[in-house]
């Protein structure tokens, strides 16, 4: 089942929008970026318009733990890269390099929330089995399919920049070239 998928920069955000916002652009607006990437400007100026049009923004624990685990990764890989120190995550954040790096993620994920409201995956009435059988097909994200779940359950517009969620049967904005065709 496919659901309409509209381009983000001619979207026209209103009041009446339930929007969820995916980690990936959560992260291309306070994460750690790379140099050039057009995409930060196109969802921070989405994320404007959004404000701006008093849209509903919702957010679930799924959502925060992969900006926090996604954003620790990032800012390791470039730690990693400008040091001759161990390839070893753990050991980086059980270090002291990382205080600073997790004081940034703990300030940048509050920049997040004050802009949603949480909402509830809904995991204890989820079709587990359906969804664990999908999964074991190799063609899903587990995560994702649980975002898709909660935007069928929720009537939420799924904004994300994440090519996989083409089939998930659910309102999808974007600027990903990839789910556009």
Known sequence: MTHRVERITDYDFTSSDALLLDANVWLFVYGPQKPRDSRVDVYSQALAKILAAQSRIYIDVLIVSEFINTYARLRWNFWKAQSASSNDFKKFR?????????????????????????????FESLAIDTLIDEYATGDFDFNDQILASLCKKDGLKLVTDDSDFKSQGIPVITANERLLV
Not at 96 to 103: E, I, R, S, T
Not at 104 to 119: E, N
């Open 94 to 122: 059980k270090s002291g390099n990382f205080n600073p790096v997790a004081q940034d993620i703990a300030a940048d994920v509050k920049r997040v929330l004050k802009h949603c409201a949480r909402v509830e995956n809904g």
